[in-house]
C-alpha cells in the first residue's frame, strides 16, 4: 500500500480540523504531528522547543490526539495517527467521483470535481478587541460550554461567565467571539461554532494589568448609552442621531430583530446603570445572544472560571516565558504556579515581570501584598465596599482554614456574635462576588484569593489575634471527641468528619507549636493521636506519621524543658511505637534508644503504663528478631498488669495483647503448636471482650499455622472470611495481611499461577501502605515463587 507523503497529511488534517472547529491547528501541534509522521518516535522521544517534555507528554500529546479523534471520528492515539489519516485521505480523494462516500463520518459529501468554488466568505460587521493572548490555552470544557450556550438550539438568551477578577473572563469571551466570527465569514456550514450576523463588544473595564503595572483605560463604556452607540458603530444602517430614548429602544430591537447577533457587556460590575443594562438585555429580540462577564454570581445560565487547573496553569506558564524570552526551570514553573494560584492575569504579570529583570522570588513576594498590582487589579473594587462589615470579617477568617471550613466554624471564628443562619447574608455577599465558594455546609477560596486575605490580616493585627483565638478554641474542642478511641480496633464512620478537616486540624497544630502553645498541642495530640494512627493504617505510613514524627519530637523537647516527665515518658513512647511501625533499622535503633530512656523514667508514671511500655519493647525485640528478649519483657509485662489493679475489662486486654504477641514469637521460632494455643487463648477473649477487629487479626494467625500444619481447608475458610470483612471494613492494612497469607496458602496447594497473584498484590499494597518489611518480605515470597 502506498503511503502519503507527510507533509500533505499534516495539510490535510489541518484542513480537517479547521473545517470541524473553525481553527486550524496551531504551532505545537503541528509540531508534534511532523514528528509523529516522518520520526515515528516513542511517546518519550516527541519534543517541543521552548516546553518540557513532561507537558508535551502529559497535555499536549493527549489533548492532540482527542481533538483528532473528535474530527475524524475515531480514536487516534500515538501508533495510530497515520493510518487514521491516511484512510481518511484517500477517502477524501476519492470523494471527488459522482456516487462517492462522504468526505469523514459526520460531515457533508465533498464537491463533484476538485475545481469545484470555494466555500463563500462574507464580510460580518464587529468590533471585537484584539485577544489579549497569542495562544489561547487551557479553559476547554468551559468554552466547549460557552460555544454551546451561544448556539441557536440553545434557549438561553443571556449567559454570564464569571469569577474572580483575572481569572480570564473576558479572554474566554473574546475566543469565543471569534470562533464565532470564523466560522461565519467562511460559512462553513460544517462547522459546529454558532455563526451571527454581527457581532458586538462593548466593555466597562477601568483597568488592565500589564507587566509595569495597572493601566487606566482610556473609554470605559459604564453607561446604556455607551452600549448604544457600540451597537450603532457596527449596525451602520441604524441612526439614533436626534432620537428619544425610547424611541431609539425600539429602533434598536427592530433592527437587531434582523441579525443574528452576539452582544458582549464585558465587565458589568463596574457599569454604572446595571438595573437599566440589565433590564436592556431581557428585552432584546430572540435573535440576540448576550454574553455579561462579571465578578459578581447573577442568577443566568453560567459559566463559571475558576483558577487554571496545574497542567493547564503550566501550560500557559510556559507559553508566557518562551513568548517573552523567559528560561524557566520546572521548580521555577511550579513556583510560579503556586504563588498565583493559577489566575492567568498573575501569572502574565509574573512572567512579564520576569522579563523585565525582576528576580522570582521579590515577584512571589509582591503577588501575595494586599497592596500590590495584582491584589488591587483583583480584588480591591470587590472588597473595599465590605470593610466594616461582617462579610469582611468573614473573608479574611476563611483564610485560616487551608482545607473548606464548615460554616458553623467559620462564623464562630469570623463572628462569634452571629447565630450560623444570621450570618448567611454576608456569605451570599462573598459567593456573588466570587470571593468565595460554597459546597454543600463548606466554604473555601481560590489560593490567590487567600494570600490577599492573609495579607489583608497582617494589616488588621487585632482581629487577626482574636480569630486565631476562636480557630484554636473551635479545633481543641471539635477534636475532643476523638480522644480515648482505640486504634486496634475498626471505627466505622467515626473519622469520616475528621479527615474532612484533617488540613485544619495540621494548621491549628502548626500554629500551636509556632506560638509554643504548650498546653494546646499537647491536648491536641491527646486528641488526634489515635486518628493520626489510623490514618497510616488507611492511607500510608510513609506520607501520615510524618505528622506524628514531627509533633512528638517537639512536646518530647517541650515538656523535657518544662520538666513535665510524666508527659516526656509518654511522648518518647509515642514516638518509639511509631518508628516501630515504619520498621527500618535505623528507625527501630531510634525506638530502642528511646524506649531505654523512658523505662528510666517509669517511676513518673502508674504500673498500667510500665505494663504497656514492656509490651511496647518486646514488640521492638520481636521487629528485630530478638526473640529471647522479648519474651523476658512479656513477662516483665505480666507482673505489671498483675500490678497495675486494671478493671477486668482493661486487664483481660492486656493479657490478651501479651499472649498475641507470645504466639507471634512461637510461631516465627517454629513451635506452632505452642503458638496455636496461645493464639487460640486469645482468640476466646476477643470474642468475649467482642473486640471484632483483633477477633480477626489472631484468626489470620491461626489460618497461617494451619497453612504450616497442613490443615489447608481450616486456612482457606479463615482466610477467605477475614478478607472479606477487612474489605468490607475498608482496612487495607488488613487486606495486605490476608493476599500475603492467601499467597502462602496458594502455594501450598501447588496453585502457583494463583500464588504469585496474590504475592503481587500483597507486595503492592505493602509498598502503598509505607509497610516496607512486609513489602520486602512479599517480594522475597514472590522471588521464591517465581524461581520454583
Given at each position: 500500500?502506498?503511503?502519503?507523503?507527510?507533509a500533505?497529511?499534516?495539510?490535510?488534517?489541518?484542513q480537517?480540523?479547521?473545517a470541524?472547529?473553525?481553527?486550524?491547528?496551531?504551532?505545537?501541534?503541528?509540531?508534534?504531528?511532523?514528528?509523529?509522521l516522518?520520526?515515528r518516535?516513542?511517546?518519550?522521544?516527541?519534543?517541543?522547543?521552548?516546553?518540557?517534555?513532561?507537558t508535551?507528554?502529559?497535555?499536549f500529546?493527549?489533548?492532540?490526539?482527542?481533538?483528532?479523534s473528535?474530527?475524524?471520528?475515531?480514536?487516534?492515539?500515538?501508533?495510530t495517527?497515520?493510518?487514521?489519516?491516511?484512510?481518511?485521505?484517500?477517502?477524501?480523494?476519492?470523494?471527488?467521483?459522482?456516487?462517492?462516500?462522504?468526505?469523514?463520518?459526520?460531515?457533508?459529501?465533498?464537491?463533484?470535481a476538485?475545481?469545484?468554488?470555494?466555500?463563500s466568505?462574507r464580510?460580518?460587521?464587529?468590533?471585537?478587541?484584539a485577544?489579549?493572548?497569542?495562544?489561547?490555552?487551557?479553559?476547554?470544557?468551559?468554552?466547549?460550554?460557552?460555544?454551546?450556550?451561544?448556539?441557536?438550539q440553545?434557549?438561553?438568551?443571556?449567559?454570564?461567565?464569571?469569577?474572580?477578577?483575572?481569572v480570564?473572563?473576558?479572554?474566554?469571551?473574546?475566543?469565543?467571539?471569534?470562533?464565532?466570527?470564523?466560522?461565519?465569514c467562511s460559512?462553513?456550514?460544517?462547522?459546529?461554532?454558532?455563526?451571527?450576523?454581527?457581532?458586538?463588544?462593548?466593555?466597562?473595564?477601568?483597568?488592565?494589568?500589564?507587566?509595569?503595572?495597572?493601566?487606566k483605560?482610556?473609554?470605559?463604556?459604564?453607561?446604556?448609552?455607551?452600549?448604544f452607540?457600540q451597537?450603532?458603530?457596527?449596525?451602520?444602517e441604524?441612526?439614533?442621531?436626534?432620537?428619544?430614548?425610547?424611541?431609539?429602544?425600539?429602533?434598536?430591537r427592530?433592527?437587531?430583530?434582523?441579525?443574528?447577533?452576539?452582544?458582549?457587556?464585558?465587565?458589568?460590575?463596574?457599569v454604572?446603570?446595571?438595573?437599566?443594562?440589565?433590564?436592556?438585555?431581557?428585552?432584546?429580540?430572540?435573535?440576540?445572544k448576550?454574553?455579561?462577564?462579571?465578578?459578581?454570581?447573577?442568577?443566568?445560565?453560567?459559566?463559571?472560571?475558576?483558577?487554571?487547573?496545574e497542567?493547564?496553569?503550566?501550560?500557559?506558564?510556559?507559553?508566557?516565558?518562551?513568548?517573552?524570552?523567559?528560561?524557566?526551570?520546572l521548580t521555577d514553573?511550579?513556583?510560579l504556579?503556586?504563588?498565583?494560584?493559577?489566575?492567568?492575569?498573575?501569572?502574565?504579570?509574573?512572567v512579564?515581570?520576569?522579563?523585565?529583570?525582576?528576580?522570582?522570588?521579590?515577584?512571589?513576594?509582591?503577588?501575595?501584598?494586599?497592596?500590590?498590582d495584582?491584589?488591587?487589579?483583583?480584588?480591591?473594587?470587590?472588597?473595599?465596599?465590605?470593610?466594616?462589615?461582617?462579610?469582611?470579617?468573614?473573608?479574611?477568617?476563611l483564610?485560616?482554614?487551608?482545607?473548606?471550613?464548615?460554616?458553623?466554624?467559620?462564623?464562630?471564628?469570623a463572628v462569634?456574635?452571629?447565630?450560623?443562619?444570621?450570618?448567611?447574608?454576608?456569605?451570599?455577599?462573598?459567593?456573588g462576588?466570587?470571593l468565595?465558594?460554597?459546597?454543600?455546609?463548606?466554604?473555601s477560596?481560590?489560593?490567590?484569593?487567600?494570600?490577599?486575605a492573609?495579607a489583608?490580616?497582617?494589616?488588621?493585627?487585632?482581629?487577626?489575634?482574636?480569630?486565631?483565638?476562636?480557630w484554636?478554641?473551635?479545633y481543641?474542642?471539635?477534636?475532643?471527641?476523638?480522644?480515648?478511641?482505640?486504634?486496634?480496633?475498626?471505627?466505622?464512620?467515626?473519622?469520616?468528619?475528621l479527615e474532612?478537616?484533617?488540613?485544619?486540624?495540621?494548621?491549628?497544630?502548626e500554629?500551636c507549636?509556632?506560638?509554643?502553645?504548650?498546653e494546646?498541642?499537647?491536648?491536641?495530640?491527646?486528641n488526634?493521636?489515635?486518628?493520626?494512627?489510623?490514618?497510616?493504617?488507611?492511607i500510608?505510613?510513609?506520607?501520615?506519621?510524618?505528622?506524628?514524627?514531627?509533633?512528638?519530637?517537639?512536646?518530647i523537647?517541650?515538656?523535657?524543658?518544662?520538666?513535665?516527665w510524666?508527659?516526656?515518658?509518654?511522648?518518647?513512647v509515642?514516638?518509639?511505637?511509631?518508628?516501630i511501625?515504619?520498621?527500618k533499622?535505623?528507625?527501630?535503633?531510634?525506638?530502642?534508644?528511646l524506649l531505654?530512656?523512658?523505662?528510666?523514667?517509669?517511676?513518673?508514671?502508674?504500673?498500667?503504663?510500665?505494663?504497656?511500655?514492656?509490651?511496647?519493647?518486646?514488640v521492638?525485640?520481636?521487629q528485630?528478631?530478638?526473640?529471647?528478649?522479648?519474651?523476658?519483657?512479656?513477662?516483665?509485662?505480666?507482673?505489671?498488669?498483675?500490678?497495675?489493679?486494671?478493671s477486668e475489662?482493661?486487664?483481660?486486654r492486656?493479657?490478651?495483647?501479651?499472649?498475641?504477641?507470645?504466639?507471634?514469637?512461637?510461631?516465627?521460632?517454629?513451635d506452632?503448636?505452642?503458638?496455636?494455643?496461645?493464639?487460640?487463648a486469645?482468640?476466646?477473649?476477643?470474642?468475649?471482650l467482642?473486640?471484632?477487629?483483633?477477633?480477626?487479626?489472631?484468626?489470620?494467625?491461626?489460618?497461617?499455622?494451619?497453612?504450616?500444619?497442613?490443615?489447608?481447608?481450616?486456612?482457606?475458610t479463615?482466610?477467605?472470611e477475614?478478607?472479606?470483612v477487612?474489605e468490607?471494613?475498608?482496612?487495607?492494612?488488613?487486606?495486605?495481611?490476608?493476599?500475603?497469607?492467601?499467597?502462602?496458602?496458594?502455594?501450598?496447594?501447588?496453585?502457583?499461577s494463583?500464588?504469585i497473584?496474590?504475592?503481587t498484590?500483597?507486595?503492592?499494597s505493602?509498598?502503598?501502605?509505607?509497610?516496607l518489611p512486609e513489602?520486602?518480605?512479599?517480594?522475597?515470597?514472590?522471588?521464591?515463587?517465581?524461581?520454583?
Amino acid at each position: 500500500m502506498n503511503t502519503v507523503d507527510s507533509a500533505e497529511l499534516i495539510r490535510f488534517a489541518n484542513q480537517q480540523v479547521l473545517a470541524k472547529t473553525a481553527k486550524p491547528l496551531n504551532d505545537v501541534q503541528e509540531r508534534i504531528l511532523e514528528q509523529v509522521l516522518i520520526d515515528r518516535p516513542r511517546l518519550l522521544d516527541i519534543q517541543v522547543h521552548g516546553y518540557s517534555e513532561t507537558t508535551v507528554q502529559r497535555v499536549f500529546c493527549p489533548k492532540l490526539w482527542k481533538l483528532l479523534s473528535e474530527v475524524f471520528g475515531q480514536e487516534v492515539r500515538l501508533n495510530t495517527v497515520r493510518l487514521v489519516l491516511e484512510k481518511a485521505y484517500k477517502i477524501s480523494r476519492q470523494s471527488i467521483h459522482p456516487g462517492s462516500q462522504p468526505l469523514l463520518p459526520g460531515t457533508p459529501a465533498a464537491a463533484p470535481a476538485p475545481t469545484a468554488a470555494p466555500p463563500s466568505t462574507r464580510q460580518i460587521p464587529h468590533n471585537l478587541p484584539a485577544s489579549s493572548c497569542t495562544a489561547f490555552i487551557g479553559r476547554e470544557e468551559e468554552l466547549a460550554r460557552l460555544l454551546e450556550l451561544l448556539s441557536p438550539q440553545h434557549a438561553a438568551p443571556i449567559i454570564s461567565v464569571d469569577g474572580i477578577g483575572g481569572v480570564g473572563k473576558t479572554t474566554l469571551v473574546v475566543e469565543a467571539a471569534y470562533r464565532c466570527l470564523q466560522a461565519s465569514c467562511s460559512d462553513a456550514s460544517a462547522s459546529t461554532v454558532p455563526t451571527f450576523d454581527a457581532i458586538i463588544f462593548t466593555s466597562a473595564k477601568e483597568f488592565r494589568l500589564m507587566p509595569f503595572g495597572l493601566l487606566k483605560s482610556l473609554a470605559p463604556r459604564r453607561t446604556l448609552n455607551d452600549i448604544f452607540r457600540q451597537i450603532t458603530y457596527v449596525i451602520e444602517e441604524l441612526d439614533l442621531a436626534g432620537v428619544a430614548f425610547a424611541e431609539q429602544l425600539d429602533l434598536i430591537r427592530m433592527t437587531l430583530a434582523r441579525y443574528r447577533t452576539l452582544l458582549i457587556v464585558d465587565n458589568l460590575e463596574t457599569v454604572k446603570d446595571q438595573q437599566e443594562v440589565l433590564a436592556f438585555l431581557y428585552e432584546l429580540p430572540p435573535t440576540v445572544k448576550a454574553v455579561i462577564t462579571t465578578r459578581e454570581q447573577i442568577i443566568f445560565v453560567p459559566v463559571r472560571l475558576t483558577s487554571m487547573p496545574e497542567s493547564d496553569g503550566l501550560s500557559l506558564i510556559q507559553h508566557e516565558a518562551q513568548t517573552k524570552g523567559v528560561s524557566l526551570s520546572l521548580t521555577d514553573q511550579m513556583q510560579l504556579y503556586q504563588a498565583t494560584g493559577g489566575i492567568p492575569v498573575a501569572i502574565s504579570y509574573a512572567v512579564g515581570q520576569l522579563a523585565n529583570g525582576t528576580p522570582l522570588r521579590e515577584i512571589v513576594q509582591k503577588i501575595g501584598q494586599s497592596d500590590g498590582d495584582v491584589a488591587r487589579f483583583c480584588f480591591e473594587s470587590s472588597v473595599q465596599p465590605l470593610k466594616h462589615q461582617p462579610a469582611y470579617r468573614l473573608l479574611l477568617a476563611l483564610a485560616l482554614f487551608p482545607a473548606p471550613a464548615l460554616q458553623e466554624a467559620l462564623v464562630q471564628v469570623a463572628v462569634p456574635e452571629l447565630e450560623a443562619d444570621q450570618a448567611e447574608p454576608d456569605l451570599a455577599k462573598l459567593r456573588g462576588l466570587s470571593l468565595v465558594r460554597q459546597e454543600h455546609d463548606r466554604y473555601s477560596m481560590l489560593p490567590l484569593t487567600r494570600e490577599y486575605a492573609l495579607a489583608e490580616l497582617k494589616v488588621n493585627p487585632d482581629f487577626a489575634q482574636q480569630a486565631r483565638e476562636r480557630w484554636i478554641t473551635y479545633y481543641l474542642q471539635h477534636s475532643e471527641t476523638y480522644a480515648q478511641q482505640d486504634p486496634s480496633d475498626w471505627q466505622g464512620s467515626t473519622f469520616v468528619e475528621l479527615e474532612a478537616e484533617w488540613q485544619n486540624l495540621q494548621a491549628v497544630m502548626e500554629c500551636c507549636i509556632e506560638a509554643e502553645r504548650y498546653e494546646d498541642c499537647l491536648q491536641l495530640w491527646q486528641n488526634l493521636k489515635t486518628y493520626t494512627q489510623l490514618r497510616g493504617r488507611h492511607i500510608s505510613r510513609l506520607d501520615c506519621w510524618t505528622d506524628r514524627l514531627i509533633w512528638t519530637a517537639w512536646l518530647i523537647q517541650a515538656a523535657e524543658q518544662r520538666g513535665d516527665w510524666s508527659v516526656v515518658a509518654q511522648m518518647m513512647v509515642d514516638r518509639a511505637w511509631t518508628l516501630i511501625g515504619l520498621g527500618k533499622p535505623a528507625q527501630l535503633s531510634e525506638a530502642e534508644d528511646l524506649l531505654t530512656q523512658v523505662w528510666h523514667l517509669r517511676q513518673h508514671q502508674d504500673r498500667a503504663f510500665q505494663a504497656n511500655l514492656a509490651k511496647i519493647i518486646a514488640v521492638l525485640y520481636v521487629q528485630q528478631q530478638r526473640f529471647e528478649d522479648a519474651q523476658t519483657w512479656l513477662e516483665q509485662a505480666s507482673l505489671l498488669v498483675e500490678q497495675a489493679g486494671l478493671s477486668e475489662p482493661d486487664h483481660q486486654r492486656q493479657v490478651l495483647q501479651i499472649q498475641y504477641y507470645q504466639g507471634e514469637i512461637w510461631f516465627k521460632t517454629g513451635d506452632y503448636d505452642q503458638s496455636k494455643q496461645l493464639f487460640e487463648a486469645a482468640l476466646r477473649t476477643a470474642r468475649e471482650l467482642n473486640w471484632v477487629r483483633v477477633v480477626f487479626m489472631i484468626e489470620n494467625w491461626i489460618a497461617d499455622i494451619a497453612i504450616e500444619q497442613g490443615n489447608l481447608e481450616v486456612a482457606q475458610t479463615l482466610l477467605v472470611e477475614g478478607l472479606q470483612v477487612a474489605e468490607a471494613n475498608q482496612d487495607r492494612t488488613r487486606i495486605a495481611y490476608y493476599q500475603h497469607s492467601l499467597a502462602k496458602l496458594a502455594r501450598s496447594q501447588a496453585n502457583y499461577s494463583e500464588a504469585i497473584r496474590w504475592a503481587t498484590e500483597a507486595q503492592h499494597s505493602f509498598e502503598a501502605l509505607g509497610m516496607l518489611p512486609e513489602a520486602e518480605e512479599s517480594q522475597n515470597l514472590l522471588q521464591t515463587l517465581l524461581a520454583s
